[in-house]
């Protein structure tokens, strides 16, 4: 249900953003498979998560997010801004993405185990 060729959220994820963002601060977790386009989402959210496809272990983003763990992920593939930019690859003379390959963010858990 999530495939198109734009790689654009799908319904009802963009109004969801729209709505609650603006109202409250949010984190905005992606779970999908590849990188889709959210570049205009990107300035309304507080947070994004790029979840990938956590299948049962679900429980490892939740653990994140609320504190138990600290985040320790990097990147592992360029995230582009637009589907007109693919393919594109470190080091292509065209390499303007959204999130370079790399980049995460590492924090210390906010909970004792």
């Known amino acids: 249900m999530g495939d198109n060729q734009n790689l654009t959220l799908p319904k009802p994820g963009p109004e969801v953003i729209k709505n609650v963002c603006r109202s409250i601060k949010c984190v905005v977790v992606i779970v999908s498979g590849r990188p889709l386009v959210i570049e205009k989402y990107v300035p309304k959210v507080d947070a994004l998560v790029a979840?990938?496809?956590?299948?049962?272990?679900?429980?490892?983003?939740?653990?994140?997010?609320?504190?138990?763990?600290?985040?320790?992920?990097?990147?592992?593939?360029?995230?582009?801004?637009?589907?007109?930019?693919?393919?594109?690859?470190?080091?292509?003379?065209?390499?303007?993405?959204?999130?370079?390959?790399?980049?995460?963010?590492?924090?210390?858990?906010?909970?004792?185990?």
């Open 51 to 113: 979840a990938w496809l956590p299948g049962s272990e679900g429980q490892g983003v939740a653990d994140v997010l609320f504190g138990d763990y600290g985040f320790t992920g990097k990147l592992a593939r360029t995230w582009f801004k637009r589907v007109d930019q693919l393919p594109m690859n470190v080091g292509d003379p065209h390499y303007d993405p959204l999130f370079p390959f790399g980049i995460g963010l590492e924090t210390k858990p906010v909970s004792n185990h």
